[in-house]
Structures are given as structure tokens and as C-alpha cells.
């Protein structure tokens, strides 16, 4: 990613617990995350130009 565009960070709803994975520009826009299996997600990034997305 590069400076002028690029996504600040990437989260993981599962239940009542928050994972998150904070990116610089350089960084690969990507993340892992371990989690047990059967929970519910929702995942949410922040795009310095797009704003924050959810899904």
C-alpha cells in the first residue's frame, strides 16, 4: 500500500471479542486472525480514502 491510499486497519468481530491488525503503508492489506470455529463475524476496515467498511 502507499501512503496517498492505503488501509489504516483491519478488525474481526467474533461474540464479544475484537481482533485487529493495525497496518502501515508498505504493509500488505491483509490479516490473520485465529478464531474458534462457529462464531458469528463481522469484518471491518478502514480505508484512508473510502472510509470504513463493513461486512
Known sequence: MEEEHHISFI???SGN???IANLTPGDEPKA???IS???DLRAREYCN???LWEA
Open 37 to 39: 470455529s462457529g462464531s
Open 17 to 19: 471479542k475484537v481482533y
Open 11 to 13: 478488525e474481526l468481530i
Open 32 to 34: 490473520e486472525f485465529e
Open 49 to 51: 480514502i473510502h472510509g
